[in-house]
T-cell receptor, first 114, second 114 residues
Framework: KAGVTQTPRYLIKTRGQQVTLSCSPISGHRSVSWYQQTPGQGLQFLFEYFSETQRNKGNFPGRFSGRQFSNSRSEMNVSTLELGDSALYLC?????????????FGPGTRLTVL | QQQVKQSPQSLIVQKGGISIINCAYENTAFDYFPWYQQFPGKGPALLIAIRPDVSEKKEGRFTISFNKSAKQFSLHIMDSQPGDSATYFCAATLFSGGYNKLIFGAGTRLAVHP
């Protein structure tokens, strides 16, 4: 079974630009979660999608948004990029239908904002 | 209430030694406690997990000890090897509203010296 894939793996953008990151979950997984990882803040939850609906959202500004498609693939978008948005963005998928389901992480997209 | 506090921030252990990482939580509604291992350039991967009705779980050289009354749990790595050098995250999940919310600790960077 193929794992979680994320594209692109690396991105360099400048302040004020916007960016779209993509995540393909493991086949059969309907839940996709996004996390931001930085050295200072650790792993911060962004949002979670299940069956094309956002079920849960972390404490991030509205510049961070996402969506999920009918095939469970997900995208997240960050508009008006700031220097502080430089981070590793991780996507995780799971069956998410009962207690204790494991989340499987992708390799992440490393975003650098200049 | 939703936090998971992890210590130490970094740990240096000699090959063959025991690595111990500790975590504490406040919310008694957490119902699943996974540990993730992350190597540089990779996403976190589930290492071992425990439910709160169990006091200890062992898988190979990795053991979770769980103290429900103290609301603490820890990861022990026996016979630590240089290949164990990675960042370790404890986490706790809350199953509510039909889905799992995963809260991560801040992470511990482990270096095992040969």
């Amino acid at each position: 079974k193929a794992g979680v894939t994320q594209t692109p793996r690396y991105l360099i953008k400048t302040r004020g630009q916007q960016v779209t990151l993509s995540c393909s979950p493991i086949s059969g997984h309907r839940s996709v979660s996004w996390y931001q990882q930085t050295p200072g803040q650790g792993l911060q939850f962004l949002f979670e999608y299940f069956s094309e609906t956002q079920r849960n959202k972390g404490n991030f500004p509205g510049r961070f948004s996402g969506r999920q498609f009918s095939n469970s693939r997900s995208e997240m978008n960050v508009s008006t990029l700031e220097l502080g948005d430089s981070a590793l963005y991780l996507c995780a998928s799971s069956l998410a239908v009962r207690q204790g389901n494991e989340q499987f992480f992708g390799p992440g997209t490393r975003l650098t904002v200049l | 209430q939703q936090q998971v506090k992890q210590s130490p921030q970094s740990l240096i252990v000699q090959k063959g030694g025991i690595s111990i990482i500790n975590c504490a939580y406040e919310n008694t509604a957490f119902d699943y406690f996974p540990w993730y291992q992350q190597f540089p350039g990779k996403g976190p991967a589930l290492l071992i997990a425990i439910r709160p009705d169990v006091s200890e779980k062992k898988e190979g050289r990795f053991t979770i000890s769980f103290n429900k009354s103290a609301k603490q749990f820890s990861l022990h790595i026996m016979d630590s090897q240089p290949g164990d050098s990675a960042t370790y995250f404890c986490a706790a999940t809350l199953f509510s509203g039909g889905y799992n919310k995963l809260i991560f600790g801040a992470g511990t960077r482990l270096a095992v010296h040969p």
